[in-house]
């Protein structure tokens, strides 16, 4: 089982920038997709951004050009920056992995984060 631990949340004015960073541990495991997921109150659960093993990156319109997604492979981190933040954007952000873990490399498995609070005051 991988675990994800969240860091980097927190109180920022509208327009001020945050970094998200996800860690995952566990062994032998192969992260096949990482997501970030926010939770506004009230708000069903959405997906933010996702990144494959492979580079390719998504975003949902809302913060396309204002957040980047990336991953540093050899510590099984990724990141999250929030840039240019609105106050729309506050919510609960939680990590996400897609992963397969021996001794089952055929099933594709899913692990989530505790989440971390971002808040952005007007």
Avoid: H
């Avoid at 970094?19 to 997501?35: E, T």
């Avoid at 204002?66 to 099984?76: E, H, L, Q």
Wanted: with cysteine; charged share 15%; net charge positive.
């Amino acid at each position: 089982q991988v675990q994800l631990v969240e860091s980097g949340g927190g109180l920022v004015q509208a327009g001020g920038s945050l970094r998200l960073s996800c860690a995952a541990s566990g062994s032998n495991f192969r992260i096949n997709v990482f997501g970030w997921y926010r939770q506004a109150p009230g708000k069903q659960r959405e997906l933010v951004a996702s990144i494959s093993s492979g580079g390719n990156t998504n975003y949902t319109d809302s913060v396309k050009g204002r957040f980047a997604i990336s991953t540093d492979n050899a510590d099984n981190t990724v990141y999250l920056q929030m840039n240019s933040l609105k106050p729309e954007d506050t919510a609960v952000y939680y990590c996400n992995a897609e992963y397969r873990a021996f001794p089952t490399w055929g099933y594709m498995r899913y692990s989530w984060g505790q989440g971390t609070q971002v808040t952005v005051s007007s």
